[in-house]
């Protein structure tokens, strides 16, 4: 036999259910994607709901909610095919900004304008 006291195995939690702030705030992270659980708890705060930071965050993780990734870089699709060489003057130019400095450590920059085809 285990000798406990019997307040600590007979032990009730009087604490109330977690079912409509769960469910309110499932609700304002659906509307919300890019707020975390911080923002949301200022939402929550605003609204009235008086909730300590670690249990709002408790219940966060257990809703599995959590800010959406944002998409990666957009990359071209398909293959890639050779630039083909100019055959005539003006038919494609390049153009680029170079920078240097004059003597007294001034800086300029200038924008170059070439034909391909006569550089």
Known sequence: MVELETKTYRYASKRPGDGEIRARL????GERRRF???RLHI???R???QLNHKRLFRLYREEKLGVRK???RKRALGT???MTLPEAANQRWSLDFVSDALSNRRRFR???V????TR
């Open 26 to 29: 499932r609700m304002l992270a």
């Open 36 to 38: 975390g659980y911080r």
């Open 43 to 45: 939402l929550l705060a």
């Open 47 to 49: 609204e009235g709901v």
């Open 70 to 72: 944002r998409g990666g």
């Open 80 to 82: 890639r095919s050779p």
């Open 110 to 112: 200038v924008l170059a």
């Open 114 to 117: 070439v034909d391909d085809f």
